[in-house]
């Protein structure tokens, strides 16, 4: 098992208050996280996925 990543982490990491991060969870959006009882933690890969999903432009598709 690799390392998990707090809220305050990926917070920090999205340039986002933990309160934000917080909402997003309770909303359904945001990266995907674990809940073991209270403890809430995010893997960095399902952080990545997310972020990538979330991209817009660029230059993707263009040969």
């Given at each position: 098992?690799?390392?998990?990543m707090t809220p305050a982490e990926v917070a920090e990491l999205l340039q986002v208050k933990p309160e934000a991060l917080k909402r997003m969870r309770a909303a359904g959006r945001g990266?995907?996280?674990v809940k073991?009882?209270?403890l809430i933690r995010y893997r960095p890969a399902a952080v990545n996925d997310w972020l990538r999903a979330c991209e817009r432009?660029?230059?993707h598709g263009r040969g």
């Amino acid at each position: 098992m690799g390392k998990y990543m707090t809220p305050a982490e990926v917070a920090e990491l999205l340039q986002v208050k933990p309160e934000a991060l917080k909402r997003m969870r309770a909303a359904g959006r945001g990266p995907a996280y674990v809940k073991d009882g209270r403890l809430i933690r995010y893997r960095p890969a399902a952080v990545n996925d997310w972020l990538r999903a979330c991209e817009r432009g660029g230059e993707h598709g263009r040969g």
